[in-house]
């Protein structure tokens, strides 16, 4: 039995195992681990043992023409990866999507440091730490270094390094033996532990990337070989079968590298009748290495995951920025894709939470495919350029255009085959469901909701503190605003939630009294607290220089960002100072605030402001009826999971903070000196970070189950 045979059986068996016992696979997790490591082990020594002896046995002439022609390859192969990324788009079906707020929304965009990245300070640093691009240039100007020195003076050296390499290839190929048992272990864990809520959301991700990265790996990339070179079709995919297939089950490309040399080395042999063995060795040596330290094509298809990203989160990224997204794309990805994701994510405005998505997306197809992928990328590479280096190329307009047409065939049918199954089947908007389904968090204290304030109010204390009332009285009475999402609202089952719904709840608690939440007119609100018949208001409330007039207020807990909030198609036009101010005209819906009015005059003179008494005035308006609506960026998103049809807009590099508090009876020193130490220890005990998470940016508003598995689910043998 082969070993690509024996490690798809691995494969099998590990999915199975995963889906009978669940997360109780997760124990055979150090086995796959295990074996990676084993495999890495040899990867960096003979990526930089074979860089620095071959280049050190070529000629100037030699290491010129090489770097000229597998150069040019490589652009091409990236241009084939990038076009079948600008395809993904087309698969998308038309689906309603919002998202909740992210924080990247209103950060800067964090920079990658390529000096850093690809100019080794200290080599052995970049050794130790595995910073492959510094490893390579130090191990290619070292190479490069040794093509100068005479022949007699450097022979022991080179002679040493490839007795090296070859004995690391020995470790190898020993190591390789063991994959049906590592693979095993990792199929096993992977199936066994990946969220079934993610695989579901990333349905149309996985189809496009899945179908792409196989038309690139199974005929794209060998297709060009064949077209071009007298290696056939068929040739090529059945020497590599083994290399390709264990990489797609370690889903890394970096462990498969030594084998990949010795395949294609073998391969190049048997046509190299007139060319010299050692100089076919040579070429793999060289190129294998140093396109490591180059994004290949399955890095490059992972893009697609940025445009998925943006449109499923309603946050598309623009056509007109296509180009610049491709030519970021590519220099980011020069690094790790766990970095240049989030930076790209930023960059683009894309909601950073997708990130998290996109760890489960390159767990469950990318790492695999992509690296399969980079593996066919790196096979295809090598032989171009090694047909180019010895006139081995051949141009047959036939061929070339049977292929171009099967490849257009493929990718086309493929996209809109996709978009067509998905949108046949349909989805439900679920975003808004998320969000009216999300319960509270923390323990709750006994409460009961008013719907408005009694009348006549009964008489006030003078003199007296709210705290005083709270232990008279045994209640805690908190006022709250409608239409201030995610800060209270009602869920699916009637109840009051949201961010200071909690917070109310949490005072209660610790001040040992019932929760009395009532619900207020903001016009109502400043007289309420000054009768005493409120003790603070609780509702997300924006501190401005006319509302400090009215009441005082505790110390800020949160912050806001004021935003625009525009249909999705129109983001773009409000995503900078420059951009909206370029409209002549713009009408404009804003709730009554004089403080951050004046504000958006200034930054927006030819606005015209509409003053607005709640969020659904603008909302149920006609199309047309606004250009947007000055809001804030957090309660806007929340909105925007209500309405999917717009998304917010923050304008750049104009960030205008709008702090939040709890606003008290005027002149209560003691009310507000007691919120402030409140606040200053719900911050120490990180009760308003766990709340801004879930109830801001989202995190866990849906509760997850126990992980689907046959033994507990099917056999019920274990609870």
């Given amino acids: 039995m082969s070993l690509s045979t024996r490690v798809l059986i691995g494969l099998f068996l590990g999915i199975a195992c995963g889906l009978f016992f669940g997360e109780g696979a997760r124990y055979v997790e150090v086995l796959g681990r295990a074996f990676v490591l084993l495999l890495q082990m040899t990867v960096l020594p003979y990526m930089a043992v074979s860089l620095v002896a071959g280049l050190g046995r070529v000629s100037v002439a030699q290491a010129l023409s090489l770097a000229k022609r597998a150069g040019s390859f490589l652009v091409l192969l990236w241009g084939l990866a990038l076009a079948a990324v600008l395809c993904a788009p087309l698969a998308f079906p038309r689906w309603e999507a919002a998202s909740f707020f992210s924080t990247n929304l209103i950060e800067a965009p964090t920079r990658i440091d390529f000096l850093d990245l690809f100019i080794p300070a200290n080599p052995f640093r970049s050794l130790a730490a595995a910073i492959v691009p510094s490893v390579v240039v130090f191990c290619v100007a070292l190479g490069v270094a040794l093509i100068g020195i005479a022949e007699e ?14 004995a690391l290839g020995r470790i190898t190929g020993f190591v390789v033996e063991l994959a049906p048992y590592g693979v095993f272990a990792i199929a096993a864990n992977a199936a066994g532990t990946l969220s079934l809520d993610d695989a579901q959301g990333l349905q149309v991700y996985a189809a496009v990337y899945v179908g792409l990265a196989l038309v690139l790996t199974l005929w794209t990339l060998p297709g060009l070989v064949a077209a071009l ?19 797609f089950a370690t889903g890394s490309l970096f462990v498969v590298l030594s084998v990949l040399a010795e395949r294609t080395k073998a391969l190049l042999q048997r046509h190299s009748e007139n060319a010299n063995p050692e100089n076919c060795d040579t070429l793999v040596d060289v190129v294998i290495p140093t396109s490591f330290t180059f994004p290949s094509a399955g890095k490059l298809l992972t893009l697609s995951y940025l445009l998925f990203a943006g449109w499923l989160s309603g946050y598309a990224v623009p056509v007109g920025q296509y180009a ?20 790209l994510l930023d960059l683009f405005k894309i909601p950073a939470d997708l990130f998290q998505l996109f760890v489960a997306a390159d767990n469950l197809v990318g790492g695999r495919f992509g690296s399969t992928l980079a593996a066919m990328h790196t096979i295809a590479l090598v032989l171009l350029s090694a047909s180019a280096m010895f006139g081995w190329i ?16 493929l990718t086309l049918g493929l996209v809109f085959g996709v978009r067509v199954c998905f949108e046949l089947r349909g989805r439900e908007y679920e975003g808004y469901s998320r969000f009216v389904e999300m319960q509270a968090i923390r323990p709750r204290a006994e409460a009961r909701v008013l719907q408005a304030p009694p009348d006549p109010l009964p008489p006030r204390t ?3 503190s709210a705290l005083d009332r709270i232990r ?32 109310a709840h949490q005072l209660a608690l610790e001040l040992g009294a019932r929760l009395e939440l009532v619900k207020i007119d903001r016009a109502a609100l400043a007289g309420l607290l000054d009768a005493g018949y409120l ?32 249909r999705d198609h129109r983001r773009e036009e409000f995503s900078s100072r420059t951009a909206a101010k370029a409209h002549k005209t713009l009408r404009l819906a804003m709730p009554p605030l004089p403080y951050y009015e004046r504000k958006v005059r200034r930054y927006l003179p030819q606005a015209e402001l509409v003053p607005i008494t709640s969020p659904q005035d603008f909302f149920g308006a006609p199309e047309g009826a606004y250009d947007g609506v000055v809001f804030t960026a957090e309660s806007g998103s929340a909105w925007t999971l209500v309405y999917p049809a717009f998304a917010v807009a923050v304008p750049h590099p104009d960030v205008l903070k709008v702090p939040l508090a709890y606003p008290v009876a005027r002149g209560d020193a003691r009310m507000v000196e007691f919120l402030n130490a409140w606040i200053e220890l719900k911050r120490k005990d990180e009760t308003i970070e766990a709340l801004y998470a879930h109830w801001i940016l989202g995190e866990d508003a849906v509760v997850a189950g126990p992980r689907w598995s046959v033994i507990r689910d099917v056999l019920h043998w274990v609870e």
């Avoid at 290696?231 to 290399?243: G, H, I, L, N, T």
Wanted: glycine share 8%; proline share 4%.
């Fill in 229 to 247: 070179t007298p290696f056939r079709y068929r040739e090529v995919m059945w020497d590599m079968r083994d290399a390709l297939v264990t990489c």
């Fill in 153 to 166: 003076k450097k022979r022991g050296l080179i002679i040493g390094l490839e007795t090296i390499s070859d």
């Fill in 535 to 566: 003790d603070t208001v609780m509702s997300g409330y924006a501190v401005t220089t006319e509302r400090l007039q009215e009441t005082s207020f505790s110390q800020s807990y949160a912050d806001e960002t004021l935003a625009f909030v525009v």
């Fill in 324 to 343: 610049s997204f491709l030519a970021t794309g590519v220099a980011s990805f020069f690094g790790s894709t766990l970095v240049a994701v989030p930076f």
């Fill in 472 to 503: 008279a009285r045994g209640v805690l009475r908190v006022g709250y605003l409608s239409g201030r999402l995610p800060y209270v609202f009602r869920n699916v089952r009637g109840e009051l939630v949201g961010l200071d719904v909690e917070m």
């Fill in 394 to 409: 051949r141009v047959r307009p036939m061929a070339l255009a049977r292929y171009v047409a099967v490849t257009l065939l």
């Fill in 462 to 464: 003078p003199g007296a």
